[in-house]
Structure formats: structure tokens, C-alpha cells
């Protein structure tokens, strides 16, 4: 194999020109918790001390922050954090097995590490690489170039990721309907009259696909203008209030049926812009034909919504002056994500609202990314030994690690910003699966529950460390902006940037030496961009703030530049979704007949922790935030025997856990719902974690084949029929 390109650690820069005293500092930065990406002003001492507090000269945010990104500082300076890289010690792995691990110095690691590597490929060839790549990496504009380097360098075949455990059935839907996996018109906040939100609570969230500051400050706006808000969900969500907006609740794993009934009472009463509809779209009939299946009165009983709110939703919808729609993880997780997020794109374009002001815009911000997100191939699918499948973003199904591994196909595996551990369905199975890997090496700010089965653990920097733009909101502001961020304060300890470890370990299995290297940039691709609307990164880095504010969309750019089909048109109703189209009808019918007390699981967010990786962090660790108990309506417990605080089984035919039971009356009766990413027993590592370790609810989730949706590989995480009985 060729000597890979060498890379050089840049020093941290570090702002010069902000200096208030000589004791202190302060920078402008932004959080990358989630997608909003809210800007912070950092106070740093002498000591390197960091506190935080939102930035109110911010020319979008304005002092707009949450508690998450203003407490990060006990992230950055936790004693739990990983600070050296570890080597895996002592007896062999085995799946409940932890070990114990060694500190090396960086040099060492990486030659123990190529010699592992090299030691596989003479073993099994150069096909048993893969890696997988969390979901803290979106928000690191250096990371993931880096990898894709070191994917390319190394020959890693096999890719995973924590898309397809939240997202990728926006990319399979948009691919189609749009021409490119890129295009996610957002909401119109400033100026539309009806906005439904589907399966998003954007008080604990923050939003999803869509980045805007202080998103229930936009709720209580479109209501004060005389507008409404409905939120369509299995719970009477945080964000819902007189000032906000009302819920309407759905059964679980519906989502579909309720937008086709939509779409097909606003046809049928003539509601829609057919003008409209046929100027801009293609295979019209085709829709129309699908959803005439579907109407308020037949769906009603699947759904949970009585026909004539199915019929007022519609109608308000339609005739709003200007009406948006946004869907997100509650919808993404079910079975049929992708047919429910075209149909979210058909509402908004039957009505006349897609592209035009106060309804769904496309914002492309410093970067058109639409126009590199466009199908490859009309048949991207492949058959293998665990059927017929694909790619989507470059990520096989998540739902299938355990099978590529346990099949011998997998032998190594690198994992970045992630925890598959506790994130993807069947802990168990996963940990047989890993204890078999001849080589796992995990790059992460902690010790998690999947490094525990590592061989090498190796510390990564956190956001307050590196510099940064905030790449990953290109596409989705509903206010665009472009931020650059320096390095706040120098790594501490022997933390390195992703990119960086990458370079050198791609170096090291090339036989060069790590230490002899060319300069790499990982904020290449970003200058590149940046220069499409004439601007420099050292420009952008000059501007006060470090921020650069673009003009807000405009609704012609959606057809303009957005839709990529040849003829500019939105395809209706493609062929690629016609196998899937069928089944919609067999899952209909499956739900039809369904017992009426049957429980279907969900997942429920929560203010006091993002996925399974701020669980460490002392201020989230509220007296009502210290386990993750199942949320149970009254009604549905009493039916059961079981009284509140009492120990429970959940249970499948996938796995069970052991939970206590929570009353919750927000919740529709045959809604249970709990809290993932718990699960930290015995990972003494992370003592505040482990000191309240939860569990594991996806242990509840199917695994392997036919876990996931076929369009998308979008795993089933949500409406999962379950069991609850006093534990014995």
C-alpha cells in the first residue's frame, strides 16, 4: 500500500485582537450540541478556566442559548474526560468484560495501532475494514474530512453511522422527489400563518433540518400575528401552550396515513392550487391516485384523529395565507419515514406553499449543497448475504454492524463520535458482536460504554479546542449566517483533533514516519465553498464576532437552484417508491388490526442530556433527571395492576428491560415512552454516569435484517409494540 499524506498539528489559533486584560480573554464561539449552533462569548483566565454565556451581539442568536451549551465548561473540564491514549491490557474481551487499559504516548499508539491493522490485512485481505461515525461529528467541520481521508487512504470498505438511526429517510425522500439528497425546504417562520409541526417538540430539541434561533420565540410569534401553530404528536409536548400552539395526538408509527388523509381531503374539497401543482410537478396522477386510498374517515381509527379534525387541519392548512410543515425524528424513526417525509414535500406543493413566502424556502446559504446531492444511480441497491440493500450519505443500514461482524465480513472497526453501544438497537447482541472484532479503536472526549471493548481508545478534542465553522447548518437557516470559530483554549493534555489523528495514524500504516509531515488544512473544503459567495476564510475570520450574515432566503430559489431534475419539476410521486407504496397498504391493514390495548414505545426527549454522551455532566443531573423511568399513562397502568414507582419488565420478542413506572397524563393511552441513551452501569469510568446509569431502552428495538426501512436504511426506533408487567 502507498505511503499515505502526512499531516502536521497546527497550533490552536487563538484570537488576538479580543484580549480585554492581560489576565483575561474573551472569544467568540458558537455550540455545537445541536443544530441551532448558538453563539457564545468565552471568558478565559489565566489558568485556562473557561466559562461561557451567550453572545448578545450575535447578529442572528442575540443572547439566545440554552443551559447545554452554556454549561459545556464541565465537559471540557471533567476529570473523567479522556486525556491519553489507551491501550487495551489484561484478559481477552469478551462482552461484559471492561479490562483494563494502559496509557501510551501518541507515537507508541500509532505504531501498536498499524501493526494491528497491518496484522488484519495480512490475515483477511484488505475488505474487513469499517468505520462508524456518531452524530457530534455533523457538528465538526474538520472531523469528518478528515476521516473520509483516512477511509480513502486505508481502504475502509464498510461505513456506518448515526444517520440511519435519525435522518437518512430525509435524504432517501428528497433524492427522489427533488433531484438531490440535499434539499430540505424549512419553514418560513417569519411570515407564515400555519405552521404543523409533525413529530418535533422544538422546546427540548431545538429543531432538526432546520436551523433557527430561539425556535418557540417563532411559535409565540406566527400566534401573536393571528396565526396557528398545531403540533401532531403521541404526547402533549413541552412546547405546546396557548402562546404556542396546540397538540393534536397521534398514535404512534401513523404519521403517513394522517398526511395522505390530508392531502387527499384538500383534493377532494378542491382546496388545492392545481395550477400550481401542475406547473411545478410531475406524476401527479400518480399521487393523487395513492392518497385517494386514504381518507379522514378510513384512517381515522389507525391514526387516533377523528375525520373531522383530519378534515379542519386540512382545510386551515390550505387556506392559510401563507402555510409551513416540518417533520422530524418522531416521524424519521417510524416504519415509513420516507413515504411520510414526501408527503410532507406533497402537502406543502398540492397547497401552493412549497417555494413560495410563508410556506417551505430553501436556504442555501454560503454553499449550494443541493446541487451536489444528486442520485447516482436509478438502482442504487446490491444484494449481499443479509438481502437486498444500499447505501444512503455513503452509510450502509446501522441495524446491520452486528451482522457484518458476526459474518466475518467486519474484522476491524473505527469508531468516531459515537457510541453504537447504547445508541442502535440490541446492546447484547452488539456486545457479542464487538467482543469478536480482532481490532476496535474508538476516538472519542470519553470513555463510553463502547470504548470499554476497545483495543485502543484514543482522546479527541472538544469544540471549546478547535477551530470550526459551522458547516453543518449550510442548507438549513432560516436566518443564514456563517460563523468561524478559533480554538478557545489550547487541548488539554494529550487531546487531539480527529482530523489530526486520522493523518497520522493513515501515515503510520503506510510504514512513514508520523512525526515527518506536509501541512493539511481541514478547513479546505470550507474555504472552497466560501468562495462561491466571494468570501476568504481569513475574511471571515476578520469580521467582528467572526460571523458573516447573508441575505434571508428568497422563495424563487427553491425551483431556481434547489430542485435539480432535469425539467425543474418536483416528481410527484416517483417509481422508486412503488414496491413501498404497496406495503403502505399491508401495514395499514396490519395496524387496523391491532388489539386495542395494545402499547407502542417511543422515545422522549428531555432537557438534562443530548443521546447518550451528557450523562457525565453534574448540572443536568436534576433531582426529577436521575434515571429514566417508563412513562405510563394512568389509565393504561391501572388496566395492568401497576402503580407509579413500581419495578416493571418491558418486554418483546427482542429483549426486555427493567425500568420503574412514571404517570404521565401527557400521553395518549397505548403510549409508553422512554429515554435513550441510558445504560451506563459498570462503566466506573464515568462516575457521575455510572452513579446513575439508567437503562437501555433500545435493548426493545428490532436488529438485523428487516429492521429498517428499505428506501432509507433508516433503522425502526419508534411505535415498537411492547409488554409491561410488574417485574417478578
Known amino acids: ?20 486584560v492581560s489576565e483575561t480573554r474573551t472569544v467568540h464561539t458558537y455550540c455545537r450540541i445541536c443544530e441551532p449552533t448558538c453563539g457564545l462569548v468565552a471568558t478565559v483566565d489565566a489558568d485556562d478556566r473557561v466559562t461561557l454565556k451567550p453572545d448578545k451581539s450575535h447578529p442572528v442568536h442575540g443572547g439566545f442559548a440554552c443551559h447545554k451549551g452554556i454549561n459545556f465548561t464541565e465537559i471540557h473540564h471533567d476529570p473523567d474526560r479522556l486525556n491519553h491514549p489507551l491501550a487495551r491490557r489484561g484478559p481477552a474481551k469478551s462482552a461484559n468484560t471492561i479490562g483494563s487499559f494502559e496509557q501510551l504516548d501518541w507515537s507508541s499508539a500509532f505504531t501498536q495501532i498499524a501493526e494491528r491493522i497491518n496484522a ?96 418557540m420565540g417563532k411559535m409565540r410569534d406566527i400566534v401573536k400575528r393571528g396565526g396557528k401553530v398545531v403540533y401532531i404528536n403521541p404526547r402533549r409536548i413541552e412546547s405546546a401552550s396557548p402562546a404556542t400552539g396546540e397538540v393534536v395526538l397521534i398514535k404512534p408509527d401513523t404519521d403517513l396515513y394522517f398526511l395522505a388523509a390530508l392531502i387527499h381531503e384538500i383534493v377532494a374539497n378542491r382546496w388545492h392550487d392545481e395550477a400550481y401543482l401542475r406547473a411545478h410537478g410531475s406524476r401527479v396522477g400518480e399521487l393523487l391516485a395513492f392518497v385517494a386510498n386514504y381518507s379522514a374517515d378510513r ?57 413560495q413566502r410563508g410556506g417551505n424556502l430553501y436556504s442555501p446559504g454560503y454553499f449550494p449543497a443541493a446541487t451536489v446531492g444528486k442520485p447516482k444511480s436509478d438502482d ?38 459515537g457510541n453504537p ?21 474508538v476516538i472519542d472526549i470519553y470513555p463510553n460504554a463502547t470504548s470499554t471493548l476497545a483495543d485502543f481508545v484514543l482522546p479527541a478534542t472538544d469544540w471549546l479546542e478547535r477551530e470550526d465553522v459551522n458547516a453543518i447548518s449550510v442548507g438549513f437557516h432560516t436566518e443564514p449566517y456563517v460563523q468561524y470559530t478559533p480554538a478557545v483554549v489550547a487541548p488539554v493534555a ?20 508520523p512525526e515527518a509531515s506536509a501541512t493539511f488544512d481541514p478547513l479546505s473544503r470550507v474555504s472552497r465553498q466560501l468562495a462561491g459567495i466571494g468570501l476568504t476564510l481569513d475574511e471571515l475570520k476578520a469580521k467582528e464576532g467572526h460571523v458573516f450574515r447573508m441575505p434571508d432566503p428568497e422563495p424563487e430559489l427553491l425551483f431556481a437552484i434547489g430542485v435539480q431534475n432535469g425539467n425543474k419539476s ?11 407504496l404497496a406495503q403502505a397498504e399491508v401495514i395499514f391493514n396490519e395496524l387496523e388490526a391491532e388489539p386495542a390495548d395494545a402499547l407502542k414505545l417511543i422515545t422522549l426527549r428531555t432537557n438534562y442530556m443530548v443521546n447518550s454522551w451528557m450523562h457525565n455532566v453534574p448540572s443536568l443531573k436534576r433531582d426529577h433527571a436521575l434515571d429514566n423511568p417508563l412513562h405510563m399513562h394512568p389509565d393504561d397502568a391501572a388496566r395492568r395492576g401497576l402503580a407509579a414507582g413500581k419495578e416493571i419488565r418491558v418486554s418483546n420478542h427482542y429483549g426486555s428491560v427493567i425500568a420503574t413506572v412514571k404517570f404521565d397524563e401527557t400521553l395518549r393511552p397505548g403510549v409508553v415512552a422512554m429515554t435513550h441513551g441510558w445504560g451506563h452501569g459498570g462503566n466506573s469510568r464515568m462516575r457521575i454516569a455510572s ?16 429492521s429498517f426501512e428499505r428506501l432509507s436504511n433508516q433503522s425502526f426506533m419508534t411505535g415498537i409494540p411492547v409488554d409491561v408487567a410488574l417485574a417478578s
Open 299 to 355: 384512517v381515522a381509527g389507525v391514526t387516533g384523529i377523528d375525520a373531522t379534525t383530519i378534515r379542519t387541519i386540512a382545510r386551515e392548512f390550505a387556506s392559510a395565507e401563507g402555510a409551513s410543515v416540518h417533520c422530524s425524528t418522531g416521524v424519521n424513526m417510524g416504519r415509513q419515514g420516507t413515504l411520510a417525509y414526501w408527503l410532507v414535500h406533497m402537502l406543502s406543493l398540492v397547497t401552493g406553499n412549497l417555494g
Open 380 to 417: 442504487p441497491f446490491f444484494d449481499t448475504e443479509f438481502g437486498r440493500i444500499r447505501t444512503i450519505t455513503g452509510s450502509l443500514p446501522g441495524n446491520l454492524l452486528a451482522d457484518y461482524i458476526e459474518s466475518g465480513k467486519v474484522k476491524a472497526l473505527f469508531c468516531m463520535s
Open 570 to 580: 418536483v416528481d410527484c410521486c416517483p417509481e422508486f417508491f412503488t414496491p413501498d
Open 691 to 706: 452513579n446513575h446509569p439508567g437503562v437501555n431502552v433500545n435493548e426493545l428495538l428490532p436488529t438485523g435484517p428487516g
Open 120 to 215: 488484519v490485512r495480512a490475515k483477511h485481505g484488505d475488505d474487513v475494514f469499517a468505520m462508524y461515525t456518531g452524530n457530534p461529528s455533523a457538528f465538526n467541520a474538520t472531523a469528518r474530512e478528515g476521516a473520509r481521508r483516512f477511509a480513502g487512504q486505508v481502504g475502509v470498505r464498510y461505513a456506518f453511522g448515526s444517520g440511519t438511526q435519525d435522518c437518512t429517510n430525509k435524504f432517501a425522500a428528497s433524492e427522489r422527489v427533488f433531484g438531490t439528497a440535499n434539499l430540505h425546504p424549512i419553514p418560513d417562520f417569519a411570515h407564515t400563518r400555519y405552521f404543523l409541526s409533525i413529530g418535533c417538540n422544538p422546546r427540548i430539541s431545538h429543531m432538526s433540518f432546520v436551523h433557527t434561533t430561539d425556535p
Open 421 to 441: 453501544l447504547l445508541s442502535m438497537g440490541g446492546e447484547s447482541r452488539l456486545r457479542k458482536a464487538f467482543a469478536k472484532l480482532e481490532l476496535l479503536v
Open 1 to 20: 500500500m502507498p505511503p499515505a499524506a502526512l499531516v502536521t498539528f497546527r497550533p490552536p489559533r487563538f484570537p488576538t485582537s479580543e484580549n480585554t
Open 494 to 513: 494529550e487531546r487531539k483533533p480527529e482530523w489530526w489523528i486520522y493523518g497520522k495514524l493513515a501515515a503510520a500504516i503506510g510504514g512513514a514516519d
